[in-house]
């Protein structure tokens, strides 16, 4: 995963959603709400989030724009909220050779979700199909040593999945091995929930992220065997720094691995070698 600066909201979403806002938070005021059908006026601005994304899927990373629709996924989830089980049988398998997971098992927190926060601008994210579809659904994982339920919105909740636009930076809590394999930086609640809740490490992505993961790791071995003040390092560094272009598929997992794996931070590499 890796972090985008927020795009901003295209001219004339709010009047766009106002009448819907307006519906919504009619009916959940009454006293006894039920279901309510939100109808779909974010896709309309789907192309805004995903250049804003460089086309990628904002959790896993992989490309969207070319390959498939992709889904704009409401990160605060707009029906119902669901929790894993502590149980790690239950969390579900990919299905080899398939995109598709056997086995997931939820447990139903609120069949309300974060209403007040469907029509929001800052609550879309691009997903691709099997991250949205298939892993992280109603799932939404927060701090909190009581929860509210079901959620309102003068509750106050720190949300443990990471998102591309805000929040806690990545690469302080996913760390990637050269196998492409990912687990929690140092333990990170952050990173254990949301690899779980995206399905991060199902072994297709893995295999995905492999070939790049070892590059990076072979880049970190130069590194190590070559003077600072020589061409080798600093063609070394570049070689980096063009392999975390935003723009690339996984560009996060190389700038978590260059970060915590050296004494650097990304932004060096940035004023370094970025073009003026």
Known sequence: MDRFPR?????????????????????????KPGKWKFEDIWSKYKRNIAVASHGKCGYCEVRVTGSQHGDVDHFYPKGEVWALHDDRTKWGQEIPGLSKVKGRK???LSRRGYWWLVYEWKNYVLA????NQQ???????????????????????????????????????????????????????????????C???RPSLTLDRHEKAQRAYYLLKKLTTCLPTTPEYDLTLKDFFLMGRKENVHSGMIRAIFEQETAMKWKQLEKRFAIP
Do not use: M
Request: hydrophobic fraction near 35%; charge should be positive.
């Open 7 to 31: 795009p901003s909201k295209p001219r004339g979403f709010d009047a766009s959603v106002k009448a819907h806002k307006d519906r919504v938070q009619s009916h959940f005021k009454k006293k």
């Open 106 to 108: 939820k447990k139903l």
């Open 128 to 131: 691709c199909l099997v991250c």
């Open 135 to 197: 892993w992280k659904l109603s799932f939404f994982p927060v701090r909190a040593k009581r929860r509210k339920l079901p959620p309102l919105p003068r509750s106050k909740e720190k949300p443990l999945l990471l998102n591309p636009f805000f929040g806690p930076d990545p690469v302080r809590h996913l760390q990637f091995i050269i196998t492409g394999a990912i687990i929690p930086y140092k333990g990170s609640r952050y990173g254990f929930e949301t690899i779980r809740t």
């Open 199 to 201: 399905g991060l490490d």
